[in-house]
Nanobody, 115 residues
Framework: QVQLVESGGGLVQPGGSLRLSCAASGSRFSTYTMNWYRQTPGKRRELVAGITRGSRTNYADSVKGRFTISRDNAKNTLYLQMNSLKPEDTAVYYC?????????WGQGTQVTVSS
């Protein structure tokens, strides 16, 4: 069982920045591929960024050059640094742990980009 708790969401103006954090329980965090997803009402959840156990990263085209995913295995924490935010980045952001047997999800954190 892995528990994931996101934090760091909020209201920000266009062009601003936010950093999301995801704290994970357990002792096997460093072995998981970790991902950030986002979802808006009426749409499917979409992958924003992922990072493997070897710290290889991948990004959705819509966030490349603006978002950076990282992990601190010593702190069991996943991060998403979001810069140059746009109104279309408004969504609930979810942390995901992809283990060998199951996908775990956090409860989500709301990010709203608006002037």
């Amino acid at each position: 069982q892995v528990q994931l708790v996101e934090s760091g969401g909020g209201l920000v103006q266009p062009g601003g920045s936010l950093r999301l954090s995801c704290a994970a329980s357990g002792s096997r965090f460093s072995t998981y591929t970790m991902n950030w997803y986002r979802q808006t009402p009426g749409k499917r959840r979409e992958l924003v960024a992922g990072i493997t156990r070897g710290s290889r990263t991948n990004y959705a085209d819509s966030v490349k050059g603006r978002f950076t995913i990282s992990r601190d295995n010593a702190k069991n924490t996943l991060y998403l640094q979001m810069n140059s935010l746009k109104p279309e980045d408004t969504a609930v952001y979810y942390c995901n742990a992809a283990t060998s047997t199951y996908d775990y999800w956090g409860q989500g954190t709301q990010v709203t980009v608006s002037s």
